[in-house]
């Protein structure tokens, strides 16, 4: 019986995990500069709604890692380029690679990063659909 290659949810959890460790990244960066800017009044409270953001992202990217292990998936090769991100990977024994444009990465950063604000997305409903909110994504990742 032949292994069954790399299936569109073991895809799907390598996207996320992409997504999610440049989300992580963006919000640690953005509480850094929100705290040393001098800017704010009262930087704490942005630093509380950011940071709340970063811990949202860090729980999933944990449960996507721990599903890794499940899955015996591995991303070991990680680029940027100015067309946008490429990663490299093994799963179960299959060596792959992934690119992702940077307009549709960009977009499903913004999404999820919506959500994980707490933020109401600023299209319509069909848009909601299209990229479920943190909580169905949590869901979907529960598989065994």
């Known amino acids: 019986m032949a292994i069954q ?3 569109t949810e073991e895809r799907a959890l390598i996207k996320s995990y992409l997504l999610l460790m440049f989300i992580h990244k963006v919000f640690e960066r953005d509480c850094r500069i929100i705290q040393e800017s001098g800017v704010f009044k009262t930087p704490q409270l942005y630093v509380e709604v950011v940071g709340n953001g970063a811990k949202r992202a860090a729980v999933l990217l944990r449960e996507v890692k721990q599903e890794f292990t499940k899955r015996a998936i591995k991303v070991y090769d990680i680029g940027q380029s100015h067309d946008g991100i490429q990663a490299r ?3 179960r024994g299959y060596i792959g ?6 307009p549709s990465f960009r977009e499903e950063m913004m999404d999820r990063m919506r959500a994980y604000l707490g933020l109401v997305p600023p299209e319509s409903e069909s848009s ?3 990229h479920p909110p943190a909580a169905a994504f949590r869901a979907s990742i529960a598989v065994p």
């Open 128 to 130: 909601e659909q299209a």
């Open 97 to 102: 690679s992934m690119n992702i444009l940077w």
């Open 89 to 91: 990977y093994a799963c």
């Open 5 to 7: 290659a790399v299936t």
